[in-house]
């Protein structure tokens, strides 16, 4: 039948046969040409995200759906990783992350599983998956991926926001013992600039503040290293700590929600 200027299909079990009856490799190819070409237009990432892990057929495409886990069609599964997805997921994940959190957890996972070790581009992208799983909530699966990450990371910048991430976590899960090892570990690291420094002693300020409610000490801590630290991020940290002690980040908040 005629929908615009367009052609569409009277029963939406009818388009859904048919597209399923498609062979996988024609369908993925289909959708990743739609996918490049929004791109190319200047699309939003939900919408050329949507056209990798499409949502159910019967549901309005032009709507940038946002799946629930296990309900994606899965366009990328079991085929091999075109070279312009990842180059585009590179770029767009950390939007899509706060657009589309379900969709870019699914993408970043699919991407990763075909991806070579030896590829340079890995760590960014796991460094996202570790973010949008933060933010969903699911902490366990964030420490998990925030762990083999920085087993394997050197970039400072990096490992900071990981280490931050992976301990509040932690912390999420009511160990705060561990989440205070956590960020020693991360202060540990080599060449963290000062600003990175500061982010992680504000998350240690804000955990021993939950553990004791001293600010005083919490504000010693966040002011070392010649306390040009006590200004800025960690300054911000303490203010949160001490604004209402032993209160943390709501559900789905990200660092820069404390920090900023």
Known sequence: MEAGVRL???HGLIRQALYEGMPAGLRAALHVRAARMLAGAGAAPERVAAQLIPAELDQDRTAAPDPM?????????GLPVDEWVVAWLAEAAPVLIYRAPQVAVELLR???????GSDLRRAGLEANLVAVL????LY?????AGVRLLAGDSD??????????????????????EAIAQVTQGLARPGLSESCRARLR?????????QTGEVDRTEVIARADGGRAG?????RGICAARARPGQLLPAGAGRDALLH
């Open 231 to 235: 200004r800025g991020p960690a300054r």
């Open 202 to 210: 504000a998350l240690h300020a804000i955990i021993l503040n939950r």
């Open 8 to 10: 569409g299909f009277r």
């Open 140 to 144: 366990e699966d964030a420490e998990r």
């Open 134 to 137: 933060f933010r969903l909530g």
């Open 156 to 177: 400072p910048q990096r490992v900071a926001d990981t280490a931050w991430l992976v301990a509040y976590a932690m912390l999420r899960t009511d160990r705060s013992a």
């Open 110 to 116: 699919a991407v990763l599983g075909q991806l070579p």
């Open 69 to 77: 886990p296990g309900r994606e069609t899965g366009v990328l599964a």
